[in-house]
T-cell receptor, first 114, second 113 residues
């Protein structure tokens, strides 16, 4: 158990819908990272937050957004969902953003868009 | 940009066989290098890491040495077990670069009795 929690574990929804994925980092970790794992794209970095502020963006679609709240949990919002958004979404946390701190991964949320 | 290349899988071995999974990277500068493992139905777990050239990371019988001259970080284990069956990801990250991980495509390892 990494100490990073993600909810829900599974999510099934329809095209055009909007969903919110939630991540709670390990106690004391200020950084949260979101990654997408899909069969065709592999594991890709989406976005990084540190202590409530966005620090870096990767291959994140404009339909996707994220935020980190004062209690340090983070939410990833996916809207106007398409079939191709079906994937495993992981969040990871680490102590500081400068690194190279180890990132600890949550169990993931499996999203299926029908 | 930065990238990581891993050998294609699946790799199928008999128990107690020697394992090598090749990983090479392309990067500007000197990143930290990681191996993560993903067991079926689970998230990624850090297996080992190395932060500078010639460092050797090791854990649970797995080893990898950071080779700057060949830009490689090959994963090895002397004697694999069935319980090692998983997908192994090589990754890099930069200090001060937001620490985001750039992953290889993953290599599936199947160990049979």
């Amino acid at each position: 158990d990494s100490g990073v929690t993600q909810t829900p574990k599974h999510l099934i929804t329809a095209t055009g819908q909007r969903v919110t994925l939630r991540c709670s980092p390990r106690s004391g970790d200020l950084s949260v990272y979101w990654y997408q794992q899909s069969l065709d794209q592999g594991l890709q970095f989406l976005i990084h937050y540190y202590n409530g502020e966005e620090r870096a963006k990767g291959n994140i679609l404009e339909r996707f957004s994220a935020q980190q709240f004062p209690d340090l949990h983070s939410e990833l919002n996916l809207s106007s969902l398409e079939l191709g958004d079906s994937a495993l979404y992981f969040c990871a946390s680490s102590v500081i953003p400068g690194g190279p701190e180890t990132q600890y991964f949550g169990p993931g949320t499996r999203l299926l868009v029908l | 940009g930065n990238s990581v290349t891993q050998m294609e899988g699946p790799v199928t071995l008999s128990e107690e066989a020697f394992l090598t999974i090749n990983c090479t990277y392309t990067a500007t500068g000197y990143p930290s290098l990681f191996w993560y493992v993903q067991y079926p139905g689970e998230g990624l777990q850090l297996l080992l890491k190395a932060t500078k050239a010639d460092d050797k990371g090791s854990n649970k019988g797995f080893e990898a040495t950071y080779r700057k001259e060949t830009t490689s970080f090959h994963l090895e284990k002397g004697s694999v077990q069935v319980s090692d069956s998983a997908v192994y990801f090589c990754a890099l990250a930069f200090t001060g670069g937001g620490n985001k991980l750039t992953f290889g495509t993953g290599t599936q390892l199947k160990v049979e009795l």
